[in-house]
């Protein structure tokens, strides 16, 4: 394991303004909060303090709110593509402070640099995205079945939209949905995991500064709280027409209920089981990197993550070997250390779920075969852990968040999609083989029933230019590129009478005269 240290350059916090103690309500402004509860943000790395949020009170969370209603009313009555252009110089301060918010990101989630710069890279490239589509929200035209009528649908703003982001995608998660709805012409109020709050800080900082330039704050607003409490109010909220969720299957069937109840609209982004199928005739040095990167990078905590891989049997004993040898050449330790690949979980909670599930995992008959422990010494490290195991054993249908990797046996492809398919989680999946009808197979609609399907390249790491989402207990939902805009809008049918007489479609007759 590499070294870790307390006396390391932290300046890049003095520079997103995240030292000390911070407010955790903005809308625009930061709002002196009403209660004086304080979250503490740990590095998962040595488990130093980074720094404080004084928590968001409801009372805060209503204040925020009524800004937040204030700045619609304003920002939805901009044109588009202006909206489109403060987007730009979003992206434009997102780019100059990327390499510090890569680096507050690896120091507060504890994944590697390259990892974390990687993701304010996708925040960035979301920004593009959306400053394209401010120009291109279409509506469709259509024939009306009556003559002199013109028949179209257009789209407008929703209002503000709640967004609750899980720890593992501090920033990106936020931006995937705030950078879409605000040139969609809402506003968004961001409720981050209590994990990462200085990520949070540091991104309202640099929205406020570009916002008050641009004249309109209260476009971006953060309220930072419990999930309980501030969570349970954002998602109770009638004022809120679209909750957007990432997180646990175990939240998103909380907030998709309570959404729902209220007639609302949610967008679930949620846990997954992925898996990769590898065939006798693949290439295996491009399975092995697509593998080892899915199953061990940001230390198994992607919803992406690869947790389970299908095996020729014919190639199934050597591939593990050489797996093994990958495995053993993984350095572990700071994650601002450019030599590490692996840097630390999130905190105790996630250490004590590695060991429950291992501990789980042996009584379900699964042989371990690398790792399998805690890395001793401080900060939440564990070793990327591999487990022969049968596709029957419980614990292998469910997501544990972190580096653990079943390995199973298959004959044909057939027998692999289906042993793939069988869990509750549907996110993403992936073949390794130059077999085109195996391809194909897996591409089919008897094939991957994820929303995500990838021939010779792993399950993480996904474009923004796709919709990213996933099916069945993943909740559904899309984001990102494509048509996922439309989430964010609400679509209204338009129908012009350009003469001198009204008219029934169905030509009902209903003669008043
Ligand atoms: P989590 O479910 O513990 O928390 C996610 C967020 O939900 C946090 O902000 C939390 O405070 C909030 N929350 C929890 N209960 C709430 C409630 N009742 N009301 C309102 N908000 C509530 O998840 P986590 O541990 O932060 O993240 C890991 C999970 O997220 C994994 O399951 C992972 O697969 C999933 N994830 C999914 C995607 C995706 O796009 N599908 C992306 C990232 C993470």
């Given at each position: 394991?590499?070294?870790?240290?307390?006396?390391?350059?932290?300046?890049?916090?003095?520079?997103?303004?995240?030292?000390?103690?911070?407010?955790?309500?903005c809308?625009g402004?930061?709002?002196?909060?009403?209660?004086?509860?304080?979250?503490?943000?740990?590095?998962?790395?040595?488990?130093?303090?980074?720094?404080?949020?004084?928590?968001?009170?409801?009372?805060?969370?209503?204040?925020?709110?009524?800004?937040?209603?204030?700045?619609?009313?304003?920002?939805?009555?901009?044109?588009?593509?202006?909206?489109?252009?403060?987007?730009?110089?979003l992206?434009?301060e997102?780019?100059?402070?990327?390499?510090?918010?890569?680096?507050?990101?690896?120091?507060?989630?504890?994944?590697?640099?390259?990892?974390?710069?990687?993701?304010?890279?996708?925040?960035?490239?979301?920004?593009?995205?959306?400053?394209?589509?401010?120009?291109?929200?279409?509506?469709?035209?259509?024939?009306?079945?009556?003559?002199?009528?013109?028949?179209?649908?257009?789209?407008?703003?929703?209002?503000?939209?709640?967004?609750?982001?899980?720890?593992?995608?501090?920033?990106?998660?936020?931006?995937?949905?705030a950078?879409?709805?605000?040139?969609?012409?809402?506003?968004i109020?961001?409720?981050?995991?209590?994990?990462?709050?200085?990520?949070?800080?540091?991104i309202q900082n640099i929205c406020n500064r570009v916002m008050?330039?641009?004249?309109?704050?209260?476009v971006f607003n953060l309220?930072?709280?419990?999930?309980?409490?501030?969570?349970?109010?954002?998602?109770?909220?009638?004022?809120?027409?679209?909750?957007?969720?990432?997180?646990?299957?175990?939240?998103?069937?909380?907030?998709?209920?309570?959404?729902?109840?209220?007639?609302?609209?949610?967008?679930?982004?949620?846990?997954?089981?992925?898996?990769?199928?590898?065939?006798?005739?693949?290439?295996?040095?491009?399975?092995?990197?697509?593998?080892?990167?899915?199953?061990?990078?940001?230390?198994?905590?992607?919803?992406?993550?690869?947790?389970?891989?299908?095996?020729?049997?014919?190639?199934?004993?050597?591939?593990?070997?050489?797996?093994?040898?990958?495995?053993?050449?993984?350095?572990?330790?700071?994650?601002?250390?450019?030599?590490?690949?692996?840097?630390?979980?999130?905190?105790?909670?996630?250490?004590?779920?590695?060991?429950?599930?291992?501990?789980?995992?042996?009584?379900?008959?699964?042989?371990?075969?690398?790792?399998?422990?805690?890395?001793?010494?401080?900060?939440?490290?564990?070793?990327?852990?591999?487990?022969?195991?049968?596709?029957?054993?419980?614990?292998?249908?469910?997501?544990?968040?972190?580096?653990?990797?079943?390995?199973?046996?298959?004959?044909?492809?057939?027998?692999?999609?289906?042993?793939?398919?069988?869990?509750?989680?549907?996110?993403?999946?992936?073949?390794?083989?130059?077999?085109?009808?195996?391809?194909?197979?897996?591409?089919?609609?008897?094939?991957?029933?994820?929303?995500?399907?990838?021939?010779?390249?792993?399950?993480?790491?996904?474009?923004?230019?796709?919709?990213?989402?996933?099916?069945?207990?993943?909740?559904?939902?899309?984001?990102?590129?494509?048509?996922?805009?439309?989430?964010?809008?609400?679509?209204?049918?338009?129908?012009?009478?350009?003469?001198?007489?009204?008219?029934?479609?169905?030509?009902?007759?209903?003669?008043?005269?």
């Amino acid at each position: 394991m590499s070294e870790t240290t307390t006396s390391m350059n932290t300046d890049f916090l003095t520079r997103l303004g995240v030292q000390g103690t911070s407010l955790g309500a903005c809308w625009g402004e930061w709002v002196e909060t009403s209660e004086g509860r304080e979250l503490v943000s740990v590095s998962p790395t040595d488990e130093s303090e980074i720094g404080r949020v004084k928590m968001a009170s409801k009372d805060d969370y209503g204040h925020v709110m009524t800004k937040a209603r204030e700045a619609f009313e304003t920002w939805r009555m901009v044109p588009a593509p202006q909206r489109g252009e403060v987007v730009r110089l979003l992206a434009h301060e997102f780019r100059r402070h990327k390499e510090d918010l890569g680096a507050l990101i690896a120091w507060e989630m504890g994944k590697i640099r390259s990892e974390g710069e990687g993701e304010v890279q996708e925040i960035i490239d979301i920004a593009d995205f959306a400053v394209g589509l401010s120009r291109q929200l279409y509506g469709l035209t259509m024939h009306s079945e009556r003559p002199g009528h013109r028949m179209y649908e257009q789209w407008h703003p929703l209002g503000v939209v709640g967004v609750i982001t899980a720890f593992n995608f501090p920033g990106a998660v936020w931006a995937w949905n705030a950078m879409i709805a605000a040139v969609c012409g809402d506003v968004i109020l961001w409720k981050p995991s209590s994990k990462t709050p200085l990520t949070a800080v540091a991104i309202q900082n640099i929205c406020n500064r570009v916002m008050k330039e641009a004249g309109c704050p209260g476009v971006f607003n953060l309220v930072i709280g419990a999930g309980r409490e501030v969570g349970e109010t954002l998602i109770n909220d009638r004022r809120i027409p679209l909750v957007s969720a990432t997180g646990s299957c175990h939240m998103g069937r909380r907030i998709g209920e309570i959404v729902a109840k209220r007639l609302g609209r949610s967008l679930l982004e949620l846990g997954g089981n992925n898996a990769i199928i590898v065939t006798e005739d693949a290439d295996l040095d491009m399975a092995l990197s697509g593998i080892v990167f899915g199953a061990v990078g940001t230390a198994g905590q992607r919803c992406t993550s690869t947790r389970r891989i299908f095996l020729h049997r014919s190639i199934a004993a050597s591939f593990t070997d050489r797996l093994k040898k990958a495995y053993a050449s993984i350095s572990i330790g700071n994650p601002l250390d450019d030599s590490v690949l692996m840097g630390p979980l999130v905190d105790e909670g996630a250490v004590k779920d590695y060991e429950d599930a291992l501990e789980t995992i042996r009584t379900q008959g699964g042989e371990i075969l690398y790792g399998g422990k805690r890395v001793e010494g401080p900060g939440f490290f564990v070793e990327p852990t591999l487990v022969k195991a049968d596709p029957d054993m419980p614990i292998t249908k469910d997501e544990t968040f972190a580096p653990i990797l079943y390995i199973f046996e298959f004959d044909d492809v057939d027998e692999a999609i289906r042993m793939q398919n069988d869990v509750d989680q549907g996110l993403s999946s992936a073949i390794f083989t130059r077999d085109l009808l195996a391809a194909e197979t897996f591409l089919s609609h008897r094939g991957s029933d994820c929303g995500i399907a990838n021939v010779n390249i792993g399950t993480s790491g996904a474009e923004i230019g796709g919709a990213f989402g996933g099916e069945k207990d993943t909740g559904g939902g899309r984001e990102a590129g494509s048509d996922s805009w439309k989430i964010y809008m609400r679509r209204q049918t338009c129908t012009i009478n350009w003469t001198k007489e009204v008219q029934l479609a169905q030509g009902v007759e209903f003669d008043v005269s």
